[in-house]
């Protein structure tokens, strides 16, 4: 139980254009979703919170007009990184809270992005 | 500030025991999990400690000391596909407005070699 299903696992986008990544819970509610950035070699950092039906709280340095999140419903978190540009290309995890996952996590396959 | 060190790199060989350290000093502390991570996948988790302590599953174990900050990871009867990432992660105090999110270490990157 506890499964986090994310999409799509790899996009290749263009500079200036928009890409949606989607984090759903497949059998349980996620009131609280996390997305992580990651670059090669490095730590994921903490990007923002989301909170099904308020606004997502940003992480010092994360540009919300850039990555736009939404968390509309129980089951469903986008990140939508706009107008992207080659130095958004990174690895984006979502990880979502759930008291039926080891203790309270559970992530995403995560996304590839990259931005030519 | 958050801080989590671990060490970047470790080799080991097949068959060994290999020990991963993690110090912290975070302003809050609701727990430490360990997970792994291989190139280009998403974090598995392996354990978890909020007392002091020991906590062993399998070929794995995590120790816990909080009034050192402090945290290991032991790999027991290495395998080749323990090769991976391992991350050090804290959970802060889930008050106010963090909300129980992790603070992850920078990784350890482990190489078991035949």
């Known amino acids: 139980g506890a499964v986090v299903s994310q999409h799509p696992s790899r996009v290749i986008c263009k500079s200036g254009t928009s890409v949606k990544i989607e984090c759903r819970s497949l059998d349980f509610q996620a009131t609280t979703m996390f997305w992580y950035r990651q670059f090669p070699k490095q730590s994921l950092m903490l990007m923002a919170t989301s909170n099904e039906g308020s606004k997502a709280t940003y992480e010092q340095g994360v540009e919300k007009d850039k990555f736009l999140i939404n968390h509309a419903s129980l089951t469903l978190s986008t990140l939508t990184v706009t107008s992207a540009h080659p130095e958004d290309s990174s690895f984006y995890i979502c990880s979502a809270r759930s008291p039926r996952a080891n203790y309270g996590y559970t992530f995403g396959s995560g996304t590839r992005l990259t931005v030519v | 500030g958050q801080n989590i060190d671990q060490p970047t790199e470790m080799t080991a060989t097949e068959g060994a025991i290999v020990q991963i350290n993690c110090t912290y000093q975070?302003?809050?502390?609701?727990?430490l999990f360990w997970y792994q991570q291989h190139a280009g996948e998403a974090p598995t988790f392996l354990s978890y400690n909020v007392l002091d302590g020991l906590e062993e599953k399998g070929r794995f174990s995590s120790f816990l000391s909080r009034s050192k900050g402090y945290s290991y990871l032991l790999l027991k009867e290495l395998q080749m596909k323990d090769s991976a990432s391992y991350l050090c992660?804290?959970?802060?105090?889930?008050?106010?407005?963090?909300?129980?999110?992790?603070?992850f270490g920078k990784g350890t990157k482990l190489s078991v070699k035949p």
């Open positions: 975070t302003s809050g502390f609701n727990g």
């Open positions: 992660a804290v959970r802060d105090s889930g008050y106010g407005g963090s909300q129980g999110n992790l603070i």
